[in-house]
């Protein structure tokens, strides 16, 4: 390892076989960090394990090997954390420094169904000396860590979030279908379909939920479809809607906050219709828009279908993901 180089040892644990997109996120990230010509490994409760649903190579190992068995050097060594794990920072690997994958702001202050941690503590903990980045995947939480938590904005990196834009792109025949995910808000997205189901418009349409689908499943379905309904929130990026997006959806529903940049982008060709949260007739409103443009300009909505794809395809990319995390990289020594 030349003087230069870092190893980033990325936690990713507890192993989770089932679709979670932070988790494909995080291989994404260690191939972006080997790309910028740094080592970097996932630590994993198995270092066999796999979550199976994506494809992914990067280097792996067990957590008890991990801790017991590497020798730290801080020049070198720097630990990457979600920001899940904010707690445990003065007890994982003492004297290394840290940078916070922060994926969704508004898990900061805890996740959904557990206790709220102490406000103050946490903004206490985002400034402790060994964390010495806090990288986030979108526009909205760069703000909420640096305007809202006040911190310096040397220490605050956007990180792109790169798709995978050779399989994620329009392909096929586009039929009369929504497409949606029920795990998040589950409540929501069945009051919803059971309103769209008694519109008499709605009726040459049909439903798709994508459950306990392989990736590449996802994908089909997403390009088959001409409508992505979101029921994604809190986000801190919107992964799904993107993805959909890539692949010449529609989309309408939450934007989570942090998708609000791909939901504008969206707007700009008529194809991005956020709804309050909560607002059930706001989805059905946003169809049926896109139902009437459907049958009043077919040929012209399928353009800029394929025009929003070809934008969004441009932008969050593999190669400029791997720009932003260098830039990263790059300041860490820089940080006070």
Known sequence: MSRSERCFWIACYPDLPRP????KQMHRLAEAIEACGHRAVLVQESAD?????????VSTIARADWIKGTQFTPQRDVVIVAETFLPLIPKLVPGVPKVLFNQ???????????????PQQVLAMYRHQELRQIWCVSEHDRRLLSLGFGLHTNRVRRIVNGLETEHLKPSGRKKRQVVYMPRKN????????????QQPWFKDWSLLPIRNC???EVVQALQQSLVFLSF?????FGLPVAEALACGCAVVGY???????????????GLGIEVAFGDWLGFIDGVQQLDQRLRQRKDDLLHQLQAMSDELRQRYTA??????????IRQLDEVP
Do not use: C, T
Request: proline letters at 5%; glycine letters at 18%; a negative charge.
């Open 20 to 23: 979670i997109g932070g988790v």
């Open 49 to 57: 394990f796999h979550p199976g649903w994506f494809q992914s190579q």
């Open 104 to 118: 969704n702001g508004a898990y900061s202050f805890g996740v959904p169904g557990k206790p709220l941690l102490a």
């Open 186 to 197: 589950n409540a929501d997205a069945e009051v919803v379909m059971a309103l769209l189901q």
């Open 214 to 216: 392989s990736h590449a």
């Open 232 to 236: 994604g929130h809190p986000e801190g």
């Open 255 to 269: 934007s989570g906050l942090g998708g609000r940049e791909l939901f504008a982008l969206a707007g700009g060709y």
């Open 319 to 328: 190669v400029a993901m791997q720009r932003s995390v260098a830039a990263a």
